[in-house]
């Protein structure tokens, strides 16, 4: 009965790999985001989904694209892996846009060698 | 833009004592929310409370409560009697009702609770 998964939840690779972390919310939300967590915890959104459509493109480089097939899903696309692109990367959803609760998956954590 | 101050970035009790966390936040806005989630050793973050910025009753939870003082701009967390399980990183969280629409977080306070 999970609300929010991600997969995969470790993901180890190299400089220069393409990647993507898949994520699903099985809460009938209509809002998905994804946020970044560095080494020092700071969590800051990266992109917002609503209803399948972009809200939110924060100032985030262009190798990390977003895809929304459904409103059930957010995937997160990386190209060309950077060492800093390594954090937690956390999925989350919402019902509503502005002022609904969002329920956070339990994170990726992503390590570029 | 929304910014949120967590002064506090680790504090250590022993088990039973209580424990403050602060949180101050700046917005223009005059509709506002307030989260705070808690993230524990396991990694996952879990949500604790939404707060409606029209809305300054205190909360209590349990073990846990929250004072909003609009006029000082403050949302702060009190866990009572404190548990080991209690070992987080909490962050508190504005969002607005207009505007950029984002979740924007404190830095966190980690709380460390000793036996």
């Known amino acids: 009965d999970t609300a929010v998964s991600q997969t995969p939840k470790y993901l180890v690779t190299q400089m220069g790999n393409d990647k993507s972390i898949k994520c699903e919310q099985n809460?009938?939300?209509?809002?998905m985001y994804w946020y970044k967590q560095d080494s020092k915890k700071f969590l800051k959104i990266m992109f917002s989904?609503?209803?399948?459509?972009?809200?939110i493109n924060e100032t985030v480089p262009n190798r990390f694209s977003p895809k929304s097939p459904d409103k059930a899903h957010l995937n997160l696309h990386i190209n060309s892996l950077e060492l800093g692109d390594s954090a937690v990367y956390f999925c989350?959803?919402?019902?509503?846009?502005?002022?609904?609760?969002?329920?956070f998956g339990p994170g990726t954590r992503l390590l570029v060698l | 833009a929304q910014k949120v101050t967590q002064a506090q970035t680790e504090i250590s009790v022993v088990e039973k004592e209580d424990v403050t966390l602060d949180c101050v936040y700046e917005t223009r806005d005059t509709t506002y929310y307030l989260f705070w989630y808690k993230q524990p050793p396991s990694g996952e973050l879990v949500f604790l409370i939404r707060r409606n910025s029209f809305d300054e009753q205190n909360e209590i939870s349990g073990r846990y409560s929250w004072n909003f003082q609009k006029s000082t701009s403050s949302f702060n967390f009190t866990i009572t009697a404190s548990q080991v399980v209690d070992s987080a990183v909490y962050f508190c969280?504005?969002?607005?009702?207009?505007?950029?629409?984002?979740?924007?977080f404190g830095k966190g306070t980690k709380l460390t609770v000793n036996p």
């Open positions: 969280a504005p969002r607005t009702q207009g505007g950029s629409e984002k979740l924007v």
């Open positions: 989904y609503n209803n399948k459509e972009l809200i």
């Open positions: 809460l009938g939300h209509d809002t």
């Open positions: 989350a959803s919402s019902q509503g846009r502005t002022r609904e609760t969002q329920y």
